[in-house]
């Protein structure tokens, strides 16, 4: 069973939320927790009551009550906050956080009262879920390879490198790369590209892992990249060529001003 490196609990509206004290911690930020939200907030787009609610409670220490200031972020946030960390810790904590998605969405909504509270009660769920379910994971065993070949071919067939996408253009994947960071859509974090908070959640892009072998160790290590959606690629085009037709993407600036 997987250990629970950070602890995720359902917010009072039942979203997934993860502690950013906790998480600070656990990635052994040097800046203060305050200062460390307030810049990532500001340079990558989060939005409050959105992606995060800053939250207070009383501790009691040796000098008396004590007001403790702490965030609720959401796991699309503590995500992107463990990956733009560019550490060993960040890669752990963002694969931890989408080893608990992927196991969370395992798990078969039970009556409301039944809802797990916490982590440890949902990996106690899930424990249960696959001992019930051994005899039909077993009889899909031949479907499987067959569904995943499936999502295979169309994730092949409906995304796009933004090598190919540029060349759609008229472009290098260097000149289309440059554009899209000078334009604030995406950013680089170690060795790749990523969305900011206000693009990510609109389906433009996905995220791939590709595994290769390291040259000087000989190891096999992963390297995750970014692929473009259909409308990720209708919404370059537009952007690019606002005078385009057959998309129907508009930019969130033009929106703004209209």
């Known amino acids: 069973m997987m250990q629970e490196l950070i602890q995720i609990q359902k917010s009072k509206g039942g979203r997934d939320v993860v502690s950013a004290r906790e998480l600070h ?3 052994e930020v ?3 927790l305050g200062r460390w939200i307030e810049r990532r907030v500001k340079k990558y787009g989060f939005t409050e009551h959105h992606d995060f609610v800053k939250v207070s409670q009383k501790c009691e220490t ?3 009550s004590q007001e403790v200031i702490d965030f609720a972020l959401t796991l699309d946030m503590a995500k992107e906050l463990a990956m733009v960390e560019g550490n060993e810790r960040g890669k752990q904590a963002r694969q931890y956080f989408i080893a608990c998605e992927r196991m969370l969405k395992t798990i078969a909504t039970p009556p409301a009262h039944q809802l797990p509270k916490t982590f440890s009660e949902a990996l106690r769920m ?3 879920k696959v001992d019930s379910e ?3 994971l077993k009889e899909n065993a031949e479907l499987k390879p067959k569904a995943e070949y499936m ?3 169309l994730n092949s067939v409906s995304d796009q490198t933004t090598t190919l996408v540029a060349k759609s253009l008229g472009l290098s994947a260097i000149r289309l790369n440059q554009i899209l960071v000078d334009k604030k859509i995406q950013y680089r974090v170690d060795g790749s590209y990523a969305l900011y908070q206000r693009y990510a959640s609109k389906g433009y ?3 791939r892992t590709r595994h290769f072998i390291d040259n000087e160790t000989g190891q096999t290590k992963t390297k995750t990249y970014l692929v473009w959606t259909e409308s990720g690629k209708a919404f370059i085009h537009q952007l ?3 005078h385009l037709s057959g998309f129907n993407v508009s930019h969130p600036n033009q929106q703004a001003q209209a």
């Open 25 to 27: 911690g656990f990635l």
């Open 30 to 32: 040097k800046t203060d």
């Open 62 to 64: 040796s000098g008396g």
């Open 126 to 128: 899930l424990a249960e």
């Open 134 to 136: 051994e005899r039909l």
């Open 151 to 153: 999502d295979n071919v």
């Open 205 to 207: 892009a996905a995220y």
């Open 240 to 242: 690019l060529n606002p």
